[in-house]
């Protein structure tokens, strides 16, 4: 079973920034559609941003578009979130995601991804 880790989490002040990683197993970043997710607190999973297999394609919600930048390193099989101009707002549960290996389509909605990581959790204050 694939696994996924993600770290990097923490507490910061309004405006600054963090760098989300989600470590996985078994050649995950090459094959697979991945994303960011993230849950704040008391309501729903949301989608953040999402990768295409190669790296070349992205996608992001409206809310975090020219602040968050996602990326990957295929032969390290990581995914990253580089997160900038943080707000309240952006205080979540962090989740990185896989979609199933033959889904390609850039996607933002939770039910197009099988797997999940533990989630960390990212606090701004102001």
């Known amino acids: 079973q694939v696994q996924m880790v993600e770290s990097g989490g923490g507490s910061v002040q309004v405006g600054g920034s963090l760098r989300l990683s989600c470590a996985a197993s078994r050649d995950t970043a090459a094959r697979y559609l991945m994303a960011w997710f993230r849950q704040p607190p008391g309501k729903q999973r949301e989608g953040v941003a999402v990768?295409?297999?190669?790296?070349?394609?992205?996608l992001y919600r409206d809310s975090v578009l020219g602040r968050f930048t996602i990326s990957k390193d295929n032969e390290k099989d990581t995914l990253y979130l580089e997160m900038n101009s943080l707000t309240p707002r952006d205080t979540a549960m962090y989740y990185c995601?896989?979609?199933?290996?033959?889904?390609?389509?850039?996607?933002?909605?939770?039910?197009?991804?099988?797997?999940w990581g533990q989630g960390t959790m990212v606090t701004v204050s102001s």
């Open positions: 995601a896989r979609a199933r290996e033959t889904f390609y389509e850039l996607s933002l909605l939770p039910h197009d991804f099988t797997d």
């Open positions: 990768i295409d297999r190669r790296g070349t394609k992205t």
